[in-house]
């Protein structure tokens, strides 16, 4: 049903979900090294990477969150590879379209570069929840995608979000998983994520010394 070509005129039926997507300027930026192939973090957009302004449309409205622009750096700067899966329902709801979430995307990208990372694709599920689509997190379909256009083992990433949809997404996949939460969530409230960290810095650095644990001794 969904055509897998590139589509980054914004030409998307309905039925499809959004095409990951390469960050501009690509050649020539890399400063971080050797990326291993699965040194990999999976990050939300709204609450995680940038202020949660609800149905976001409009790129100018973008803005990162606390110690998220340090946080990408420090990550891309110790060789992972920065994937966006967010859940963008407002296309579905008829808030905006999909023209308006590239331009967001765009935006996002050019942003993330400043501060000195890069990301290597921004995946989204653009369906309402009664869509019952394969792609809105929880469900696995943009992490598969991922995956396998970018070549790792989602087991082996690590999941950052504020929600427990998000915490969710990263548990079936079997990843570490990392809730940004100014306090830690009460005990037994929903799906357990592996780390609580307050913002996207403190994220990063548990991100990096879970990867090291199960790495293990070389
Ligand atoms: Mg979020
Ligand atoms: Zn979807």
Not at 156 to 185: N, Y
Request: proline share 6%; charged share 25%; with cysteine.
């Amino acid at each position: 049903m969904s055509d897998p070509r590139e589509s980054s005129s914004g030409e998307s039926g309905p039925g499809e979900s959004g095409r990951g997507e390469s960050g501009r300027g690509e050649s020539g930026r890399g400063m971080s090294g050797v990326q291993e192939p699965d040194k990999v973090v999976i990050l939300d957009r709204d609450g995680t990477i940038v202020i949660d302004r609800g149905y976001l449309d409009d790129p100018r409205g973008l803005e990162f969150g606390p110690q998220a622009a340090e946080g990408l750096h420090w990550l891309h700067s110790q060789g992972y590879r920065l994937v966006v899966i967010t859940n963008q329902s407002g296309i579905g709801r008829g808030y905006f379209t999909i023209e308006r979430l590239e331009a967001m995307n765009a935006r996002l990208t050019a942003m993330v570069e400043e501060s000195g990372a890069r990301l290597a694709g921004i995946y989204y599920c653009p369906h309402a929840p009664e869509a019952a689509c394969d792609c809105r997190k929880p469900a696995q379909g943009l992490l598969r995608r991922a995956a396998a256009e970018l070549g790792f083992d989602p087991a082996a990433a690590v999941v950052i979000g504020d929600k427990e949809s998000d915490i969710e997404f990263g548990r079936r996949a079997g990843a570490t998983t990392i809730l940004i939460a100014a306090e830690a969530p009460p005990a037994g409230s929903g799906a357990r994520a592996d780390f609580v960290a307050p913002n996207l810095m403190a994220a990063a650095r548990v991100a990096a010394s879970a990867c090291a644990r199960r790495a293990g001794p070389r």
